[in-house]
């Protein structure tokens, strides 16, 4: 989690928003959107889904037997 983290917060970075302008843009809360930065668990999959949709980031689960979802974007 502290890798998803760190590239959530150089995309937030790179966009120049700050928590509470991403939060105003993905509908979570800049409390929530520290958390993931930190990478921290304590949070849901759907508030990572819509901050990484926020921030434009792909979020791809891929099997080791081959198969490959995109979950967002």
Not at 25 to 44: F, H, N, P, W
């Amino acid at each position: 989690m502290d890798k998803l983290g760190e590239l959530l917060k150089e995309a937030r970075k790179a966009q120049q928003l700050s928590q509470f302008e991403l939060q105003d843009l993905s509908g979570v809360s800049a409390s929530v959107i520290y958390k993931l930065e930190k990478g921290r668990q304590d949070v849901t999959f759907g508030n990572l889904l819509a901050v990484a949709d926020a921030l434009g980031v792909s979020l791809i689960v891929r099997s080791p037997l081959g198969g490959e979802v995109s979950l967002n974007g």
